[in-house]
């Protein structure tokens, strides 16, 4: 009977230990990837949106090669990129996604910017309707981002505290923080818009 | 849902780290009480993060902050706003604002929307009319649900050809009126799927209170369980014998190898409870799904 006495002592300390935070490690990772994977879903849906966009803006602006051609280059590069397994905690391929992403924002910027020169184009209901669905896009990015900001944030302060980090020593050695989204200098300065 | 997760972590780990300390140097005690008061604080007062500025409360189906639409037109609004939530379950709120003191639209928009949790829970069937009036910017943010069938080009006809003109003539009511009563037709104008939210709003019992009671009372058998399994085995290790397979532990007398005689369960159904009067968000979210506008 007593031989049974430390296998209870074993159960009853491990369901106390769930209470407190032995599983947390793992749940949190699970909601960062699962933040990471709506981003990438918005990603995707607003490259799926640019080849109608670019085909209705050739209609009616077709001397605009410059542009055109500029998004779908970029449009190009950010899907062609395949995304290694590893690049939530590898930061140069996170960098190089990051990267890409936001030349295909810019060129996108531009190319919306350039419409405005086009009365015809502007009130097509096809480009209104493209429009409002890349505004939605870029917004719905905006949220996911933020979502995974925090998702990621949870997770690497429970990564880099205590207890956390006890049970990352203890039970998850392979437990990397993961990389966050940041906005590089570039970017974060104003859009500037000349008049030649 | 994490933030409570989080503190209680932190909790107890400040009760682990002092009890190490304490066992271990009983003099520097006392320093390493002060240290966790003092990490205690900083977590208590630290969770709560600064916003510029506040979400209004939840009140009712319109929440007019900025005070522009006249009562009238108000009673009218909530009146159908009322309607379709019975018809579909659907929610849609109205919110003005007076400004939005240098917070992006978009941002607030859904950031409200999450707090507020709007729309069903698991549907998320929720829509929220923002007005800033100061910043004369309207936003219609729609809840994952209803992505489909109010798109962002919709929402975006909604602001431009109901709401603006209106806007621009100054009357707010009319304006907010006419938004809505567009949103209603685009949403029950999907018949077949405004049956079918309406179904499983019907079949899926009720969050919230309930859902908690049923937790709490599986959690209860459970314990119950687990404390009789664990004191049957613990009363013949650490209990006092006082007869044939039968032990006497905490002022209990257990007798082993017997089954126990079944007792008498009094359990009755959970009866789902309404709620009453108030308006509360179902427990939804949004995504970002929705349009933007201004006049």
């Known amino acids: 009977m007593r031989r049974l006495l430390l296998p209870i002592f074993a159960l009853v300390s491990l369901l106390a230990l769930t209470g407190c ?11 960062a990837k ?8 918005q990603y995707k849906r607003r490259a799926d949106l640019i080849p109608n966009l670019v085909e209705t803006v050739k209609g009616f602006a077709a001397q605009e090669k410059d542009v055109l051609t500029s998004v779908v280059e970029a449009r190009a590069k950010a899907t062609q990129v395949t995304l290694p397994d590893d690049i939530l905690s590898n930061p140069e391929a996170f960098k190089v996604f990051q990267e890409n992403q936001a030349a295909l924002s810019g ?18 209901q096809n480009f209104l309707a493209l429009q409002s669905q890349l505004e939605g896009t870029e917004n719905r ?3 996911a981002r933020r979502d995974y900001i925090e998702a990621v944030r949870v997770y690497n302060t429970e990564l ?37 | 849902m994490r933030a409570p997760d989080i503190r209680r972590c932190k909790v107890s780990s400040g009760f682990t780290s002092s009890g190490l300390t304490s066992a271990g140097l009983r003099s520097a005690g006392l320093r390493s ?53 019975t018809a579909s379950s659907d929610q849609v709120v109205v919110a003005t604002l007076p400004s939005l003191e240098g917070e992006g639209l978009e941002d607030f928009a859904n950031r409200l929307f999450r707090s507020w949790q709007l729309g069903q829970a698991g549907e998320n069937n929720g829509v929220l009319l923002l007005v800033a009036v100061n910043d004369r910017k309207i936003r219609i943010e729609v809840g994952y649900g209803l992505e489909g069938i109010l798109t962002d080009a919709l929402s975006r006809l909604v602001i431009e050809n109901s709401m603006v003109p209106a806007f621009r003539a100054g009357d707010y009511g009319r304006g ?47 314990l119950i369980f687990f404390l009789s399994f664990l004191f049957a085995i613990l009363a013949p290790l650490f209990g ?37 009067g108030g308006f509360s968000g179902g427990g939804g979210s949004s995504g970002g799904g929705g349009a933007s506008g201004g006049w």
């Open chain 1, 160 to 196: 880099r505290t205590i207890p956390g980090r006890w049970w990352a020593s203890l039970l998850y050695p392979d437990a990397a923080a993961m990389e966050t989204f940041a906005i590089d200098l570039q970017s974060r300065e104003n859009p500037t818009v000349k008049f030649n």
């Open chain 1, 21 to 31: 935070g032995v599983n947390a490690i793992p749940t949190h990772e699970e909601s």
């Open chain 1, 107 to 124: 060129a996108l910027a531009r190319l919306l910017a350039v419409v405005e020169a086009y009365p015809d184009l502007k009130s097509n």
């Open chain 2, 176 to 222: 907010v009126d006419a938004g809505v009563t567009d949103i209603l037709s685009i949403l029950s104008g999907d018949a077949a799927g405004v049956e079918d939210r309406a179904r499983r709003l019907l079949d899926t019992p009720p969050s919230g209170l309930e859902e908690a009671l049923n937790t709490l009372f599986v959690a209860l058998v459970f």
């Open chain 1, 34 to 41: 699962a933040a990471w994977g709506e981003v990438l879903n």
């Open chain 2, 33 to 85: 009480f002060g240290l966790s008061t003092i990490i205690w604080l900083s977590v208590i007062f630290g969770a709560a993060p600064a916003v510029a500025l506040d979400f209004p409360a939840l009140t009712g189906r319109v929440v007019d902050a900025a005070d522009v639409i006249e009562p009238a037109a108000e009673a009218a609004i909530v009146a159908k706003l009322a309607a379709h939530e």
């Open chain 1, 141 to 143: 990015i905006a949220v």
């Open chain 2, 240 to 276: 006092e014998k006082i007869g044939k397979n039968t032990y006497r532990w905490l002022g209990v007398t257990m007798t082993a190898g017997q089954s126990s005689g079944s007792a008498d369960s009094g359990r009755s159904g959970w009866s789902p409870e309404s709620s009453g």
